[in-house]
């Protein structure tokens, strides 16, 4: 079923229907109504026409008399198309004069007024006015009331009502009319407003991306134009951050590219075998770290381009995760002549995040330690989970006994390509904790970095939201 998402037709769905049911209703009351008061009006006429046939019967002797005056029909000569039935019974119940057949109203009072009832003659609808008349002939004995019934049928009536009922249909028509022609007119002055403000975002330059202005706004439109603006505020940044990135990548390329050349260069004019070879190890080991910064440099980019948005999130158990970067790197703390060692609090160190990632994070850490620390040092990676009021949080920790970075350096270490020099290895490039931020912040963690144990070296800290034990124990994917 195709959404209906057009305002217009929303509320011309919400007000013609029950406007139809409405008039309807309206009508059939209206049309209860005038039948009321034609019937009133009409009844009026049967009730005289009655009185005057009462007025001209008599009884003397016990003949009852009847006279139907020509008056009596002259109420109706109006309603030409009008048939007129009437009844006059004696009190045996034996018809004196008219139609013997005519219904008359059950109950009648005894007091001479004139009872008037809706029955069908032969038929045809008719209205049925009745009197009892006392005669006062003592030779008629105690029963000496006739019955008078006079009748017509309903044709002008309804005619008339259906006329006044019509008459108002046609009034209320033009009002619904001119309503919903004030209706559109206020919708599409309602509407002017965005379709100008649409005409400002269409005319705007590709470049441009301010905030849409928020005056003329109608005010129930201002929170949209309000999280629109947001969202672009986060696009705007994301950009600048690329492009500093991009300025920053290809002026921290171009050093390397220079080594690089200058070592091709000189190896070129060596004549010595041996010379050469050591300029093409020299060589091989500048790539080594090329590559290593062009590596870092597209996971620091993928990090920043997924940073708050990271699709595939999955349950990645961090105590088996940084065990496994540990026997990775051991190689390479092997070779140093450093002690690599892992601790856990063996507490469930499961969070909600993007494993090769999170790999990619711990391994940098543990990475930083090893190389800034010197042969016979000390690393060790730790792993636990704590409460800190806010929830549950699970801790990275890397430790280790090298140089450290000292408090003046500890927000900058965390800029792009900053580096300290004259800090023992020479291969890196500056990307590593920038990515370690921002992979952290992706997954909604904070970082923090420290003296280590007695003074001694760097703490790094990593708090991540851990995953909660309810979502622990369902199935993931
Ligand atoms: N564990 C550590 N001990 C001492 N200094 C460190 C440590 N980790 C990082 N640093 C310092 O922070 C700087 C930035 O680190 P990083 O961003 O990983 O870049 P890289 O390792 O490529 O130089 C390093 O150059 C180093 O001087
Ligand atoms: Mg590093």
């Not at 309503?179 to 330059?205: H, I, K, M, T, Y």
Request: proline letters at 5%; a negative charge; aromatic letters at 6%.
């Amino acid at each position: 079923m195709k959404r209906n998402n057009s305002l217009r037709r929303r509320v011309g769905w919400w007000l013609l229907p029950p406007l139809v049911v409405l008039l309807s209703i309206n009508a059939y009351l209206s049309y209860r109504a005038a039948l009321e008061v034609v019937n009133r009006a009409y009844d009026r006429s049967l009730t005289a026409s009655i009185s005057a046939i009462g007025e001209r019967t008599h009884s003397q002797n016990g003949n009852i008399s009847v006279d139907i005056p020509y008056a009596a029909f002259e109420f109706f000569q109006s309603g030409a198309h009008e048939r007129i039935f009437y009844r006059v019974t004696d009190p045996s119940g034996r018809s004196i004069t008219g139609y013997p057949d005519l219904p008359v109203p059950t109950a009648l009072p005894d007091d001479g007024r004139v009872a008037i009832i809706d029955a069908v003659y032969h038929g045809d609808a008719v209205r049925v006015a009745a009197l009892r008349k006392r005669l006062y002939d003592p030779a008629l004995g105690a029963q000496d009331s006739v019955l008078i019934a006079f009748a017509e049928t309903l044709d002008s009536r309804t005619a008339l009502a259906r006329e006044m009922l019509f008459d108002s249909l046609r009034r209320e028509l033009l009002l619904v009319g001119l309503g919903v022609v004030l209706l559109l007119l206020a919708l599409s002055s309602a509407f002017r407003p965005l379709l100008s403000l649409r005409d400002r975002v269409r005319e705007r330059s590709e470049e441009d991306l301010t905030p849409v202005p928020q005056q003329d706004v109608p005010s129930e439109v201002r929170p949209l134009i309000d999280a629109i603006n947001h969202h672009v505020d986060r696009i705007s940044a994301m950009l600048q951050a690329r492009k500093r990135f991009l300025a920053d990548a290809a002026h921290q390329i171009r050093t390397p590219l220079a080594v690089l050349g200058t070592q091709a260069e000189y190896g070129l004019r060596q004549d010595d075998p041996a010379e050469m070879r050591r300029t093409f190890a020299g060589l091989i080991h500048s790539i080594g770290s090329a590559q290593r910064l062009a590596n870092q440099m597209l996971a620091l980019s993928h990090a920043e381009a997924i940073n708050g948005l990271i699709l595939e999130r999955d349950a990645v158990d961090l105590e088996a995760l940084v065990r496994d970067v540990a026997l990775e790197l051991s190689p390479l703390a092997v070779r140093k002549g450093v002690d690599l060692g892992f601790e856990t609090s063996g507490a469930a160190a499961t969070v909600d995040g993007n494993a090769s990632m999170l790999h990619e994070m711990v391994s940098n850490l543990i990475d930083n330690a090893i190389r800034y620390t010197p042969a016979d040092g000390h690393v060790t990676a730790q792993i636990s989970r704590e409460n800190c009021g806010a929830g549950e949080e699970v801790l990275i920790r890397v430790r280790d006994d090298g140089p450290g970075i000292a408090p003046a350096e500890r927000e900058r270490v965390f800029q792009r390509f900053y580096r300290i020099l004259g800090q023992g290895d020479s291969e890196g490039s500056g990307l590593g904790l920038p990515i370690v931020r921002e992979i952290c912040s992706a997954h909604g963690g904070r970082i923090a970095l420290r003296d280590g144990p007695q003074g001694k070296g760097l703490e790094v800290e990593v708090h991540l939201p851990a995953r909660s034990q309810a979502e622990d124990l369902a199935p993931t994917r």
